[in-house]
T-cell receptor
Framework: QKEVEQDPGPLSVPEGAIVSLNCTYSNSAFQYFMWYRQYSRKGPELLMYTYSSGNKEDGRFTAQVDKSSKYISLFIRDSQPSDSATYLC????????????FGEGTQLTVNP | EAQVTQNPRYLITVTGKKLTVTCSQNMNHEYMSWYRQDPGLGLRQIYYSMNVEVTDKGDVPEGYKVSRKEKRNFPLILESPSPNQTSLYFCASSAYSSGANVLTFGAGSRLTVL
């Protein structure tokens, strides 16, 4: 079983929709949670970064972490065609040094 | 512009022919790492380096070598490539102060081993 599970999609939504992307994990030691966005033929870029549980908002993006359920989410409000990309969750334990564990990524298409 | 530069971006080679994928960053980052990305498996860490002359294995190091002689460069070496090393490779770097959380990735190197 993978340490981090992420539905690969693909997910297709109309412009303006609210998008919910999710990851579940099994390692209770994970403390740092990240969302990376990857456009086609590009490297991933950091979108959101949260520590431990709670919510974090940045413009149209909200990251949520529920450590009790081992579940993290990324919400995109008022989605735009430019949001079309693959979204990767990543996480790290305090004691894992520099080792990030990534989800498989969810491919999102926002249709005009 | 702050960036991580990988070369080559695309490469087709044959089994057993040694190759090197170069990686260079201009942000004075201490931490550098290599990942491979495969369908259904996501990003997996191959090797990482916390600083010059300090390297360590990631999750899938078999068949790869690295070196960190200078802070800015972190080449990935495939001594004897095999078809199962056909993949999309990414180099990434980060400032030590941010741990490995805030990674800056290169644009990727697509390698095909025949």
């Amino acid at each position: 079983q993978k340490e981090v599970e992420q539905d690969p999609g693909p997910l297709s939504v109309p412009e303006g929709a609210i998008v919910s992307l999710n990851c579940t994990y099994s390692n209770s030691a994970f403390q740092y949670f990240m969302w990376y966005r990857q456009y086609s033929r590009k490297g991933p870029e950091l979108l959101m970064y949260t520590y431990s549980s709670g919510n974090k908002e940045d413009g149209r993006f909200t990251a949520q972490v529920d450590k009790s359920s081992k579940y993290i989410s990324l919400f995109i409000r008022d989605s735009q065609p430019s949001d079309s990309a693959t979204y990767l969750c990543a996480m790290r334990a305090e004691t894992s040094g520099s080792r990030l564990t990534f989800g498989e990524g969810t491919q999102l298409t926002v249709n005009p | 512009e702050a960036q991580v530069t990988q070369n080559p971006r695309y490469l087709i080679t044959v089994t057993g022919k040694k190759l090197t994928v170069t990686c260079s960053q201009n942000m004075n980052h201490e931490y550098m790492s290599w990942y491979r990305q495969d369908p259904g498996l996501g990003l997996r860490q191959i090797y990482y380096s916390m600083n010059v002359e300090v390297t360590d294995k990631g999750d899938v190091p078999e068949g790869y070598k690295v070196s960190r002689k200078e802070k800015r460069n972190f080449p990935l070496i495939l001594e004897s490539p095999s078809p199962n090393q056909t993949s999309l490779y990414f180099c990434a770097s980060s400032a030590y102060s941010s741990g490995a959380n805030v990674l800056t990735f290169g644009a990727g190197s697509r390698l095909t081993v025949l």
